[in-house]
């Protein structure tokens, strides 16, 4: 991630920095929360414009990355959004577009990449189910033939941005097989209705699709290629949220890095106590250590390697697992102000919280990556 | 990283270097179960012999120092080509234990600040699988405080003469030479009165004797020196700028201990003892494999582990394109000592009692490695020492108050009145 070298990738950087810092800031985030918003969708047409949804889509579909590598140019901008912690549907947006361009019957949906790619429309991926965990390859939810398609019954939860969505790409059984649709939010049948999170901007939904007719056309790929995708697009949402929380590391451990070296205690900065000193050495090789190893993912998958699935799980474990305890270290070196609304350092607690549970636990990978280890020994 | 490293012109890529050492590996090494590699308990004599004798080969197929400069018997590669070779050469029997402190730790140093008579004879002669290096730094009363050294080297006549203790220094029985650092000038300040020696081990004056650790090992040993000589030609440096090259030591021993050395050779454990705990294995040797509880434990610890190697590459590419200070390899050598903690603690947890009481199924070794997770914390410098370093040279931190600092050290408490 932090390989920016090329001119092409510091301008596109830069360009996304300079209108994340005007456009989406953290008194803008806390302005959109006060006001009940999620975020603007003439904000994030803007965003769209600069190719926040083109860098996983391939150019005849109208995208276009800059580096020829889409996963890490858009976790570039996943990091730039950490930064203040910004709104918008960038996660599901490009999370849908990850499977749609990959489904062999892409070409079907084109209209839809192209509208996605556009900003024009707002797409999420429902793949959490009520009261079940991440098991993005079981469903409950049921799409039975019909003459002109298939007919969705069942709910799904935590669908992010699901109350702005106008399409969602969702996971069904067809029988035995697993197969993805995409349905419009406003298609006869689908209710949704909001779930509040512990962010103050991100928002997500149940979405309950009773009787929903679809043609024949909704479906994305096949259902032998169905897990592969589902795979991919949880690899992507993963690493995504990975890259976005190492940017708020960065920040909140910058801020609070200076906050130790202005602040004085009887006469001294905090910064020249050792028992600080410790504290913040173990939080710089936290960071470091989720560089490494979000930037291992983020080459994993984009190289889509062999080992893209375990690398992401790798990394959303150890990331999960250590983002929110170092943002709670900072709270405890702010001292009193750490818990106070008014301070920003819970606008970023929030978010790595949130973040830490979603797309699989650190416990849930930690158990995948068991299970690959186990196969490996098999294998071999 | 360090500009000990000089990078000669190759006409060949790393690939083909790989190919030609993997077809030279095959054809002349003797390959190893990377699990179960042969015994190489450092505080015996054999393992030592064996590594000199696969070190040879290893510099007769050429091999060899890697990343040495080729004026002092290496190839003067980068360590892309080491990687490769690492890679290639996994599942051959290697002289991984010349690693630390002979090639990573000693030759490194005395490549950064040797005399050429030193580089040109130890460093190629450590390559030629000839000779063994160790440290003589830590003191009975030293601890922490390395720079507290009371070992003394006298000038008599055109000799020093040395008198005093070392302890902790790793193999050094199965060692030719040491760097020795002495006191040469006592009304200087604790750092400006050091001088490093390179000295020959089964010199007259030394006096040699094993420490047994907690796990049985005998492979530190502790050094008297009672009246030892030595010609000016000994002194590393300059007279009296020993800690310079302590310095050096200590930089390139934090970076080999976290693995993130170009002059280590080959990356499999050294020995049976030094195996990375296999959780699957040890999951059905403990008959758990269905138990979701022991399994994510597993996992967690496997989590750890890769991420302390993509560590590893991250800050050796962030120090080498000065994204990071070079004290950053502090935070290997922390990742390090807190990984082995991690895994020995949730090895030592999955395992329950028989890791405890001997049942007979092998699973006792698990409690006796726990009794020496410290180990790795304390080693090559605490990890407290090692967390001031990344919080002042890292970080920028002030410093930590001391209380010798600019007092001659004649003049320094050493202890309470």
């Avoid at chain 1, 935590?158 to 995409?182: M, N, P, S, Y």
């Avoid at chain 2, 990283?1 to 002349?28: C, G, I, P």
């Avoid at chain 2, 070779?85 to 029997?93: A, I, K, P, Q, T």
Wanted: hydrophobic content about 40%.
């Amino acid at each position: 991630m932090s390989e920016v070298a090329s001119p092409e990738r510091l301008l596109f950087v830069s360009t996304a920095a300079a209108f994340l810092e005007k456009e989406a800031s953290l008194s803008r985030v806390r302005e959109l929360h006060a006001a009940g918003t999620s975020f603007d969708r003439g904000w994030w047409q803007r965003a769209a414009k600069l190719g926040w949804a083109s860098m996983l889509v391939p150019e005849e579909l109208g995208g276009g990355s800059v580096s020829g590598d889409g996963v890490a140019d858009l976790a570039l901008v996943a990091e730039q959004v950490g930064h203040t912690v910004a709104p918008g549907p960038l996660h599901p947006v490009n999370t849908v577009l990850a499977g749609l361009i990959d489904a062999e019957n892409a070409e079907a949906h084109a209209t839809t990449i192209e509208a996605l790619v556009a900003g024009e429309l707002i797409a999420s991926w429902a793949v959490y189910e009520p009261r079940r965990g991440w098991a993005p390859l079981e469903t409950t939810v049921t799409a039975t033939a019909t003459p002109d398609g298939f007919r969705i019954d069942g709910v799904k939860d935590r669908v992010e941005a699901g109350t702005d969505a106008d399409v969602i790409l969702l996971v069904a059984r067809v029988g035995d097989a697993l197969q993805q649709f995409l349905v419009p939010a406003d298609a006869a049948g689908v209710t949704i209705e909001p779930q509040e999170s512990l962010d103050l901007v991100k928002r997500y939904a149940l979405v309950t699709f009773d009787g929903v007719s679809v043609s024949a056309d909704a479906v994305v790929g096949s259902p032998g290629q169905s897990e592969a995708l589902i795979r991919r697009q949880a690899q992507v949402a993963q690493v995504l949220q990975c890259a976005e929380v190492v940017g708020i590391l960065d920040t909140v451990f910058g801020f609070t890095t200076q906050w130790a070296l202005d602040r004085h205690s009887f006469g001294r900065p905090l910064a020249s106590y050792q028992a600080l000193k410790h504290r913040f050495a173990d939080m710089k090789i936290w960071l470091e250590a989720c560089r490494a190893t979000t930037r291992a993912a983020i080459a994993a998958v984009g190289a889509r390697a062999d080992d893209a699935d375990v690398s992401a799980s790798v990394a959303k474990s150890y990331v999960g697992e250590h983002a929110a305890p170092m943002l709670q270290h900072c709270v405890q070196l702010h001292g009193g102000i750490g818990v106070t609304w008014e301070h920003d350092l819970h606008l970023f607690l929030r978010r790595v919280t949130l973040y830490r549970s979603m797309f699989g636990t650190p416990e849930d990978h930690n158990l995948r990556v068991y299970a690959h280890a186990e196969a490996q020994k098999e294998a071999s | 990283m360090t500009e000990t490293t000089s990078v000669q012109a190759t006409t060949e890529t790393v690939e083909e270097f790989a190919q030609r050492a993997k077809a030279w590996l095959a054809a002349n090494m003797p390959t190893c179960d990377p699990q179960d590699p042969p015994s190489a308990d450092r505080g015996e004599q054999q393992p030592w012999l064996r590594a000199r004798e696969l070190q040879k080969m290893l510099y007769e197929g050429g091999f060899a120092g890697i990343c040495f400069p080729r004026e002092y018997g290496g190839l003067g590669l980068p360590i892309s080509y080491q990687r490769a070779f690492d890679e290639v050469s996994r599942g051959y029997e290697l002289p991984i234990i010349l690693n630390m402190p002979t090639f990573a730790i000693c030759a490194a140093t005395i490549l950064d600040t040797g005399s050429e008579a030193q580089k040109r004879e130890r460093i190629s002669a450590a390559i030629r699988g000839e000779e063994v290096l160790v440290q003589l730094l830590s003191e009975p009363s030293g601890g922490s405080d390395l720079a507290s050294v009371i070992t003394r080297a006298d000038r008599k006549g055109d000799k020093w003469v040395i008198n005093g203790a070392k302890t902790w220094s790793t193999s050094a029985f199965a060692a030719d030479y040491g760097l020795l650092l002495a006191r040469t000038a006592w009304d200087l300040p604790k750092h400006e009165g050091l001088t490093m020696f390179l000295v020959k081990l089964d010199s007259p004056g030394i006096d040699m004797r094993r420490i047994k650790q907690v796990n049985g090992s005998e492979e530190f040993c502790e050094e008297f020196f009672d009246n030892l000589e030595l010609d000016d030609d000994a002194v590393v440096g300059e007279v009296n700028d020993g800690w310079s090259v302590a310095s050096r030591q200590l930089y390139h021993e934090r970076r080999a201990v976290g693995g993130g050395s170009e002059f280590s050779s080959g990356i499999g454990a050294e020995g049976k003892t030094d195996q990375p705990v296999d959780y699957v294995e040890l999951v059905e040797e403990l008959g758990q494999a269905d138990n979701e509880r022991v399994r994510e434990m597993a996992g967690r610890a496997l989590v750890r582990r890769a991420v302390h190697e993509q560590l590893i590459h991250h800050v050796y590419d962030g120090v080498l394109d000065g994204s990071l200070p070079p004290a950053a390899g502090s935070i290997i050598r922390i990742s390090h000592a807190e990984n082995v903690q991690f895994e020995m603690d949730t090895a030592l947890a999955m395992t329950g009692s028989p890791g405890v009481v001997d049942d007979g199924r092998g699973l006792f070794r698990i409690g006796n490695r726990f009794l020496s997770r410290q180990a790795a914390s304390l080693g090559g410098g605490t990890t407290e020492i090692a967390r001031n370093i990344i919080g002042e040279r890292v970080l920028g931190f002030s410093r930590e108050y001391a209380a010798d600092r600019g007092v001659p050290f004649n003049q320094v408490k050493r202890k309470r009145d």
